[in-house]
């Protein structure tokens, strides 16, 4: 027999915890003021205890989430989440960007009720192979294929945000708290439609174009790569999403046709049209054998000596603008009566309000704002006010070189 609160879901108290940065049941069990092992109970799926209900909205206000939230099922996917550096990235950062991930979908999932989001447009560019099946030149011939399906052209990219939420990826942009994360993309387990969370940590517009590439490469290449076999292969599957988003950004068969004379000057000069860092430059030619890699790496050690590790000209160049569909669609809903702000977080949203507005990138205070109201222009008799009554005089301006 169960004790304690009805339906409540482990696997939601976890999320929480973990989306607050609480490391350890231990510390999240002294902040409520009960026994940690309480807390393991209640975070055991094969536990028969869950907190009463007093404790239920204790925990609830110090996690910051709605007491329903324990009770609805989390977004959790079969699939991997496709995240770099995992072996130099804290666990706690993971655990942390895991559950704003789930957050997201969650989110999403439930704005989809009221509008629609693109169709997912996404060609299957494997057509039937493993993604192991690869060669570097394959890729190079997707990148192409994409550019083409998409529309762009073999010029400098557009915002390749603005193109993923065109074809159907949704897309949102936070504070990750770490360097060590430049984003995330998994696949949400109701609608199996791509998600991507994207770092603003020390952001450019330049290094969020690679971020957001490299996480569509994933989108592209790697929708059937199962939990088990990600771990093992993380090294190749990465290497691969690196060299897709990098032939999406810089195609073949235009790029280096304006590389005249490899140095930095010159890519910092081609930064400026193309909109890709120096340092991804540098790759790029050398994975097209266009420079050997000595000279790579030489190109390596000026670009450090002359501290741009720690940033590039043209880094500010450009605005980095924010995903703007799950921001889009709010409005909507709100502007248009559908819903109203204070009942879509008494009713369809568990998370905190602040929690949405991030994952929305909507202003702090938003759902404590009261909406615009809309006023529309009098009109007069049977004409717009735009229309000009009655006889109209043109009035020439005199000519300036033959004024006295």
């Known amino acids: 027999m169960r004790i304690g609160t009805p339906g409540f879901i482990p696997a939601r108290l976890t999320e929480a915890r973990e989306a607050r940065r609480i490391t350890t049941k231990s510390a999240l069990a002294k ?31 110090e996690l910051d989430v709605r007491p329903e939230f324990f009770l609805r099922p989390p977004f959790h996917s079969e699939r991997p989440t496709f995240l770099r ?62 550019r083409h399906h998409w529309n762009l052209g073999e010029g400098p990219c557009c915002d390749v945000v603005a193109l993923m939420e065109r074809i159907g990826i949704v897309v949102s942009s936070i504070e990750m708290g770490t360097t060590k994360l430049d984003g995330l993309c998994s696949w949400s387990p109701i609608d ?12 450019s517009f330049p290094r969020r174009q690679m971020d957001a590439a490299h996480e569509l490469a994933h989108a592209v290449l790697h929708y059937n790569v199962p939990e088990n076999e990600f771990q093992d292969n993380l090294r190749a599957i990465e290497t691969q999403a690196f060299r897709l988003a990098s032939a999406l950004l810089m195609p073949s068969t235009t790029y280096p046709l304006e590389v005249r004379h490899p140095s930095l000057a010159m890519l910092t000069s081609l930064k400026e049209r193309w909109r890709v860092s120096i340092k991804a430059q540098i790759k790029r030619l050398s994975d097209l054998e266009i420079i050997p890699e000595d000279y790579a790496r030489q190109m390596y050690k000026l670009y450090s000596a002359k501290g741009w590790s720690k940033g590039e000209p043209l880094d500010n160049h450009w605005p980095v603008t924010p995903p703007k569909a799950l921001k889009d669609s709010l409005h909507l809903i709100v502007e248009n ?10 009713t369809e949203f568990t998370i905190s309000a602040s929690d949405i507005e991030s994952l929305c ?36 301006f005199p000519n300036k070189g033959h004024t006295k």
């Open 85 to 146: 550096s995992l072996s130099s990235t804290l666990v706690r950062d993971l655990a942390h960007q895991k559950a704003k991930m789930h957050w997201l979908q969650e989110t999403s999932y439930i704005l989809n009720h009221y509008v629609d989001l693109p169709e997912i447009d996404i060609p299957d560019v494997l057509e039937g192979h493993s993604y192991a099946e690869l060669r570097e030149d394959d890729i190079e011939s997707i990148a192409l294929r994409l």
């Open 31 to 61: 902040r409520i003021g009960v026994s940690p092992t309480s807390v393991s109970r209640w975070e055991d799926c094969n536990s028969e205890q869950s907190p009463d209900y007093s404790t239920l909205v204790r925990l609830a206000g």
């Open 361 to 396: 990138d909507l202003p702090k205070g938003w759902f404590d704002r009261e909406p615009a109201e809309v006023v529309s222009l009098k009109t007069w008799g049977n004409s717009s006010p735009r229309e000009p009554q009655g006889e109209s005089e043109i009035i020439l």
């Open 192 to 203: 199996g439609r791509p998600h991507v969370l994207l770092a603003t940590d020390k952001m």
């Open 337 to 346: 009566g559908v819903r109203e702000k204070s009942d879509l977080l008494a």
